[in-house]
């Protein structure tokens, strides 16, 4: 990951969004990581597996509840599903 000054991202933008295609920029500030740039192929990606794993941590929950079930059977029986 390529690292520049906030100052250098402001000059370079457009030039930077195209390098961003190949690889995450930081953005420094006051000698300190405050910002990634990077594709939006990349940030899609991101987003996938955030939800991917927000996923798994509900069926992890739901696994782990310990109320008693009803059968579907008598859920239908009793909204007259039959």
Known sequence: MKTISLSQARNNLVKLID????????????????????????FEKFLDAQEELEDIAAIE???????????WETVKKELGIE
């Open 19 to 42: 390098k961003a295609k190949a690889e995450p920029i930081v953005i420094e500030s006051d000698g300190k990581h405050s910002a990634v740039l990077i594709s939006t192929e990349q």
């Open 61 to 71: 929950e739901a696994t782990r509840d310990t109320e008693p079930s009803i059968p």
